[in-house]
Each structure stands twice: as structure tokens, then as C-alpha cells.
């Protein structure tokens, strides 16, 4: 959780970490890696343990999930352009072969 600055053996949290705790409080929606609503029946069934790491996972997980979310449309998106450019190369290329060929 990067919303703790350390400083001297000490951690505590400056306004920014403030904000963005109640900010995703009052949004009251799961922001991976940071916050996530959870069912009072999902807290009762860990004997009401409130420990973070129990219902958030780690920033990396987050981030994990959002790479594999945009390589789902990024990849797609590249091959397309890559075939069309390759498409237009070979245009060029036959067309600059073509000239050689009449002149």
C-alpha cells in the first residue's frame, strides 16, 4: 500500500492519503489494490478480522489485472495496424519493383 509515507521509522499519512481514503469511501465502490466493498457475511465468515490484505490485494495484482485487460484490446489493435502497414509496404514495394522493371 503505497498511501503510508515513511520517514525515520515512522509512517503516517499526509493529506494527499487523506483524500483518496475519503474519496473511496464516499465513492463506495472496489478500487483495485486500494478499496473494496465487502458483504457484511464475507467479514462474519473471518470471524470479523478487518485485516487489509484479507479483502484488498496488493497494487501488483491491480496492476496485473489492468495489463491483462488492456492487452485484450492493445493486442488486437496492433496487429491490425501492423497488417495494414505491412499491406502498404508491400504496395510500395511492388510498385518501386514494377518501375525498375519498365524502365
Do not use: C
Not at 42 to 50: F, S, Y
Not at 56 to 78: C, F, H, N, Q, Y
Request: glycine fraction near 8%; avoid cysteine; charged fraction near 30%.
Amino acid at each position: 500500500m503505497n498511501e503510508v509515507t515513511r520517514e525515520r521509522a515512522q509512517s503516517f499519512l499526509t493529506d494527499g492519503h487523506f483524500q483518496r481514503v475519503v474519496r473511496a469511501y464516499r465513492d463506495f465502490k472496489d478500487e483495485p489494490g486500494f478499496a473494496r466493498v465487502v458483504p457484511i457475511g464475507d467479514i462474519r465468515a473471518k470471524e470479523g478480522n478487518l485485516s487489509i490484505p484479507l479483502y484488498v490485494g496488493g497494487e501488483t495484482e491491480a496492476e496485473w489485472k489492468e495489463a491483462d485487460r488492456s492487452a485484450l484490446t492493445a493486442l488486437p489493435e496492433a496487429l491490425s495496424a501492423w497488417l495494414e502497414s505491412s499491406a502498404a509496404v508491400r504496395q510500395s514495394l511492388a510498385g518501386l519493383l514494377g518501375r525498375q522493371k519498365s524502365g
